[in-house]
């Protein structure tokens, strides 16, 4: 049986590692349900909100932004997996987009730092030119 830890905004943001400050940023969002506040008292946060809050970071992690995390959110019973399948194949394509679109940076900036250590003591730097070409 799962114990009914009862957590303050402040514990629930120490135990879930996020601030204060985006735990209520998540809360306008709609990402993280913001519990009653009992007359005269503190709010208190369940192991639900540290498990919501840690799926955001999560999903995060691999890339998404926080409309695709409340799309998510939004099939998070698992009933139309199809679609939270979709939305990861999705993120997938993008990720691979900037990989593809980082390496032929990469290769770019290696052939411009190259050209600067083979003109030393040049006046005109190859790199800057380059870039002053682009701008």
Not at 13 to 24: G, H, N, S, W, Y
Not at 103 to 111: G, I, N, S
Not at 126 to 133: C, M, S, Y
Request: proline share 4%; net charge neutral; with cysteine.
């Amino acid at each position: 049986m799962e114990s009914l830890m009862s957590y303050t905004i402040g514990s629930l943001a120490k135990v879930a590692e996020v601030p204060i400050e985006t735990i209520r940023y998540y809360q306008r969002r709609g990402l993280v349900p913001e519990p009653a506040k009992p007359l005269g008292g503190i709010r208190r946060y369940d192991e639900n909100h540290v498990r919501r809050l840690r799926f955001i970071k999560r999903a995060q992690v691999l890339g998404f932004n926080l409309d695709e995390i409340a799309d998510l959110l939004a099939l998070e019973d698992g009933r139309l997996c199809h679609e939270a399948e979709q939305l990861g194949a999705n993120k997938l394509t993008i990720v691979r987009e900037r990989i593809a679109q980082l390496q032929r940076v990469e290769l770019a900036l290696t052939a411009l730092v190259d050209q600067c250590h083979c003109n030393t003591g040049q006046v005109h730097c190859p790199l800057i030119a380059a870039l002053e070409r682009s701008a």
